[in-house]
């Protein structure tokens, strides 16, 4: 195994979850859920808002993605 890889921050396991918190909680400000999740919690949300945050953070992941790519050409 080479052990010279190099892993982008934004893919690196030890920064994965902070990564997934950063993006989680910027959809729920971009939606205006973030005081009802801060209340309340995730499981408040109903499935049609739990979707429109998944779709927000996908789309989050893939500018995040998309940077990193940029920046490794």
Do not use: C, T
Not at 49 to 65: C, P
């Amino acid at each position: 195994m080479n052990r010279n890889v190099h892993i982008p921050d934004p893919y690196h396991p030890n920064q994965v979850d902070l990564h997934l918190d950063e993006v989680q909680q910027r959809a729920l400000e971009q939606l205006g859920l973030s005081e009802q999740v801060n209340r309340q919690g995730l499981d408040s949300l109903s499935p049609e808002q739990a979707a429109q945050v998944g779709q927000v953070m996908a789309e989050g992941f893939a500018a995040l993605a998309a940077n990193v790519n940029q920046q490794s050409e």
